[in-house]
């Protein structure tokens, strides 16, 4: 073959899908090892909730709240998403952490790389906010956090059991959380009466 003839273009766009493939792979292996097993039901992903994927891998800003009944799937929701979104390709970060979790890191010694690290994930999700009391301390530092993130639209997803952002988190927060985000409401009973 003629060196001239070579299709170095077709060569190239194979060993980036390739490498695409292969990290895709190992990310979601990654995943699978640290999701929680209980969270790694089979299912789909609330179709407004795959809305908001897309919008987020075609580079459009804004948040995600998903609101719902205690045992609606709200968690499930943010792996099932994880999952999601490493499959179509996207190669950063997303940090979950439950609402007591972070309450904990943020209890003198404030546990400042995890702050930082959360600053700084491509997505950040705070899970079931509401199910512990927000006293002004964490609010303070929910605040300084979303300060940090919001500039920069980098997404924060928020689950709660409570509609209402402004009586959990106060005014300045809830308007910046709220900021081109999308609101999804999960309906439904307790998924875990159930079993």
Same mark, same amino acid.
């Given at each position: 073959?003629?060196p ?6 077709a ?5 980036s ?9 190992a ?8 999701r929680?097993?209980v969270?790694?039901a ?6 407004q909730i ?21 045992g609606?799937g709200?968690?499930?929701?943010l792996?099932?998403l994880? *999952?999601?979104?490493i499959?179509?390709?996207?190669? %950063?970060? !997303?940090e ?6 972070l /309450? #904990?890191?943020?209890t ?14 491509d ?7 509401g199910?512990?009391r ?6 303070d ?5 979303i ?9 924060t ?5 409570k509609p209402?952002?402004?009586?959990l988190?106060? *005014? ?7 900021d %081109?985000? !999308? ?5 439904g009973?307790d /998924? #875990?009466?159930a079993?």
């Amino acid at each position: 073959m003629n060196p001239d003839e070579y299709d170095y273009a077709a060569a190239r766009r194979a060993a980036s899908e390739l490498w695409l493939r292969e990290q895709i792979a190992a990310r979601l292996e990654r995943l699978a090892a640290r999701r929680p097993p209980v969270f790694a039901a089979k299912g789909d992903l609330n179709p407004q909730i795959a809305e908001w994927a897309n919008r987020f891998i075609s580079g459009q800003p804004g948040g995600l709240i998903i609101v719902g009944n205690v045992g609606s799937g709200k968690t499930w929701s943010l792996w099932k998403l994880q *999952e999601t979104l490493i499959e179509a390709g996207f190669l %950063g970060t !997303m940090e979950i952490c439950a609402a007591h979790e972070l /309450r #904990r890191l943020i209890t003198p010694p404030v546990d400042e790389a995890a702050l930082d690290r959360f600053a700084d994930a491509d997505i950040f999700a705070i899970d079931d906010i509401g199910s512990v009391r927000v006293s002004d301390w964490d609010a303070d530092h929910i605040m300084r956090l979303i300060d940090i993130r919001w500039p920069y639209q980098r997404p924060t997803i928020l689950t709660s059991n409570k509609p209402d952002l402004r009586e959990l988190l106060a *005014e300045r927060v809830a308007s910046r959380l709220s900021d %081109g985000a !999308m609101t999804v409401k999960i309906l439904g009973t307790d /998924r #875990r009466r159930a079993q």
